[in-house]
């Protein structure tokens, strides 16, 4: 079955580059994508990517897809406390003819000043 | 623009009680989802809906039902509430094809004691 894969706990200095990897099992997947979940709140869609595509920027962050090694990242450049969240790397797959979202289990990040 | 509302924000039962979790949607998609989110766990499927009139289960729907009311409204129902469905629930909705963005609700903090 579909799965996705993310590590759990990343820890950065304010300023730094923080770099989240993911990989997932569908190739047939149309999209993937990142979420944001800040304390207390619900999931906050960041960026998403076309399967075709093998990079997008959007200001601080860059997303990188190897379809290859179906390896998904993100990459937020000058990682602030306010980034300090929890990640979720998601595919969409198609069950039964229906397309739903498949996460990770998450990547807590950590910034600190 | 509301987007996703769920209700309650908070509940607490008692084991065996039952109760209905509210979702509703102003964005007029077709599909809706509930998802359940647990520490390490990430977010997993519980039932989804492709369209009015249409549920399906997902990854994890035993001790759930749903009813998809209308376009709008799509609601979870716990029977019999155990504690293991302590959970922070969250509705999302999308529209299929199209553009790919999942709009999720602020969640619904659920106790079972």
């Known amino acids: 079955g579909e799965d996705v894969e993310q590590s759990l706990f990343l820890s950065v200095r304010e300023g730094d580059s923080s770099v989240i990897n993911c990989t997932y099992t569908?190739?047939?997947?149309?999209?993937l994508y990142w979420y944001k979940q800040e304390p207390g709140a619900g999931l906050q869609l960041l960026t998403y990517?076309?399967?075709?595509?093998d990079m997008k920027q959007d200001q601080r962050l860059t997303v990188l897809l190897n379809k290859k090694d179906k390896h998904l990242s993100l990459r937020i450049a000058d990682t602030q406390t306010g980034d300090s969240a929890i990640y979720f790397c998601a595919e969409s797959t198609s069950v039964s003819g229906y397309s739903t979202l498949t996460f990770g289990k998450g990547t807590m990040l950590l910034v600190s000043p | 623009n509301a987007g996703v509302t769920q209700t309650p924000k908070f509940q607490v039962l008692k084991t065996g009680q039952s109760m209905t979790l509210q979702c509703a949607q102003d964005m007029n998609h077709n599909s809706m989802y509930w998802y359940r989110q647990d520490p390490g766990m990430g977010l997993r499927l519980i039932y989804y809906s492709a369209s009015e009139g249409t549920t399906d289960k997902g990854e994890v729907p035993n001790g759930y039902n749903v009813s998809r009311l209308n376009k709008r409204e799509f609601s979870l129902r716990l029977e019999s509430a155990a504690p293991s469905q302590t959970s922070v629930y969250f509705c999302?909705?999308?529209?299929?094809?199209?553009?790919?963005?999942?709009?999720f609700g602020q969640g619904t903090r659920l106790t079972v004691v």
């Open positions: 999302a909705s999308r529209e299929t094809g199209g553009h790919p963005e999942a709009f």
């Open positions: 569908d190739s047939s997947s149309t999209y």
């Open positions: 990517i076309f399967s075709n595509m």
